[in-house]
């Protein structure tokens, strides 16, 4: 990883999706692992999550969705992120996700999805995974 600038993750919850223990203790991981987070708040819409991705800078958006609404949410977040020129922010998405709906997700445009229970060193393991392979990340 580059000493020069810390990776910078934003993490999301959106819609009326109040789930938010699995977000809380992957933040602290991912800061415990020397990456800068950033954390929306509940509440949030696919406009505010991309204006403050944008505002802060980040390379990844964190949507963490618990209650189904995943697709329609990844979507419009990364139409949005093409209006605005961010396509270089990569999507990824957490929470209670079935794997059937990896694929539609993947077509989307989301860099990666991640199944229930999985762990926070999994998610640390990809995150230095796409540093490391900055073409692979899209900056
Ligand atoms: C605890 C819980 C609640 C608590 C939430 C407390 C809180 N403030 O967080 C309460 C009781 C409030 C609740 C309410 C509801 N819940 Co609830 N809840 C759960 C439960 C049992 C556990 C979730 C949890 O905290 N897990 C522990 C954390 C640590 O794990 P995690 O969230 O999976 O996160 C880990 C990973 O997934 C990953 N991760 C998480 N997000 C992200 C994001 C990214 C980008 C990445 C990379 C990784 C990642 O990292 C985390 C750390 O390892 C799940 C069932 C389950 N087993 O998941 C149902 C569940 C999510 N709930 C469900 C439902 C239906 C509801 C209610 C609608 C019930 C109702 N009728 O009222 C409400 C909705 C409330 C709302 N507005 O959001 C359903 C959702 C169904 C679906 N998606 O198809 C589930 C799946 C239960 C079920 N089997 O039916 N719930």
């Given at each position: 990883?580059?000493?020069?600038?810390?990776?910078?993750?934003?993490?999301?919850?959106?819609?009326?999706?109040?789930?938010?223990?699995?977000?809380?203790?992957?933040?602290?991981?991912?800061?415990?692992?020397?990456?800068?987070?950033?954390?929306?708040?509940?509440?949030?819409?696919?406009?505010?999550?991309?204006?403050?991705?944008?505002?802060?800078?980040?390379?990844?958006?964190?949507?963490?969705?618990?209650?189904?609404?995943?697709?329609?949410?990844a979507?419009?977040?990364?139409?949005?992120?093409?209006?605005?020129?961010?396509?270089?922010?990569?999507?990824?998405?957490?929470?209670?996700?079935?794997?059937?709906d990896f694929?539609t997700l993947k077509?989307l445009?989301v860099?990666?999805a991640?199944?229930?229970?999985?762990?926070?060193?999994?998610?640390?393991?990809?995150?230095?995974?796409?540093?490391?392979?900055?073409?692979?990340?899209?900056?």
């Amino acid at each position: 990883m580059s000493s020069e600038r810390k990776v910078r993750i934003l993490l999301a919850k959106a819609g009326l999706d109040t789930h938010v223990r699995g977000i809380s203790i992957l933040m602290v991981r991912l800061r415990d692992a020397g990456m800068e987070t950033i954390y929306t708040g509940l509440f949030q819409t696919p406009e505010t999550i991309v204006a403050a991705a944008i505002q802060e800078d980040v390379d990844f958006i964190f949507l963490s969705s618990h209650l189904g609404g995943h697709i329609t949410l990844a979507q419009r977040i990364i139409e949005l992120l093409k209006e605005n020129g961010a396509e270089n922010i990569a999507l990824v998405v957490g929470g209670v996700i079935p794997r059937k709906d990896f694929p539609t997700l993947k077509a989307l445009g989301v860099r990666e999805a991640f199944l229930p229970h999985t762990l926070p060193s999994t998610v640390i393991d990809f995150v230095k995974a796409q540093i490391a392979a900055p073409a692979a990340k899209g900056k």
